[in-house]
């Protein structure tokens, strides 16, 4: 099933919360990257990482935070300081940071604040 | 930094006429140019892509062109049917950096 995972599939998360998404993938891929989507709209950038134990901020980073200890995760952590998360998350790996190359996408997440 | 505009933002075609989605993009060292299809509430999955070294390339009934002189490129869809309603987006990669995406095009075809 294209080899990239988010778990959940929906999440709830009240005000003030810290929530973390999920991102594995088992296809060896060297970069990941995370997008947010909003209805209607397009696929914006929040973090990537083309390496382990590296990354970048992405065009829309504040109030997210990311970690790469393991080349298969990726993880994102929606912090408090987002102040409207709610939203359509993907997580997408590639095989070498960009160039070139494929795209897969996990299946989202979506996130809602209650 | 790359930026890639996507027109029209919304098309309707009849079951069985063509669609066509333009894409533009601003750098010139973009050379790598994927097309993504996502159905409501799916992930996007790649439909079709094109390197720079290539003008247009054909699969079935889809097919990209590209001029890199003028810095655009699209996606045709020929014989459309009802599954081919989607959202459609374009990309464009600089080499060595990452996917940048138009905003994307939400096909409907009629029956």
């Not at chain 1, 990354?55 to 790469?68: C, H, L, N, P």
């Not at chain 1, 102040?83 to 960009?98: D, E, I, M, R, W």
């Not at chain 2, 973009?30 to 996007?44: A, D, H, M, V």
Request: net charge neutral; hydrophobic share 30%.
């Amino acid at each position: 099933d294209g080899g990239i995972t988010q778990s959940p599939k929906y999440l709830f998360r009240k005000e003030g919360q810290n929530v973390t998404l999920s991102c594995e993938q088992n296809l060896n891929h060297d970069a990941m990257y995370w997008y947010r989507q909003d209805p209607g709209q397009g696929l914006r950038l929040i973090y990537y990482s083309q390496i382990v134990n590296d990354f970048q901020k992405g065009d829309i980073a504040e109030g997210y935070s990311v970690s790469r200890e393991k080349k298969e995760s990726f993880p994102l952590t929606v912090t408090s300081a987002q102040k409207n998360p709610t939203a359509f998350y993907l997580c997408a790996s590639s095989s070498t940071g960009g160039m070139n190359t494929e795209a897969f996408f996990g299946q989202g997440t979506r996130l809602t604040v209650v | 930094g790359e930026n890639v505009e996507q027109h029209p933002s919304t098309l309707s075609v009849q079951e069985g006429d063509s669609a066509v989605i333009k894409c533009t993009y601003s750098d010139s060292a973009s050379n790598y140019f994927p097309w993504y299809k996502q159905e409501l509430g799916k992930r996007p999955q790649l439909i079709i892509d094109i390197r720079s070294n290539v003008g247009e390339k054909k699969d079935q009934r889809i097919a990209v062109t590209l001029n890199k002189t003028a810095k655009h490129f699209s996606l045709h869809i020929t014989e459309t049917q009802p599954e081919d309603s989607a959202v459609y987006f374009c990309a464009a990669t600089p080499y060595g950096q990452n996917f940048v995406f138009g905003p994307g095009t939400r096909l409907s075809v009629l029956p």
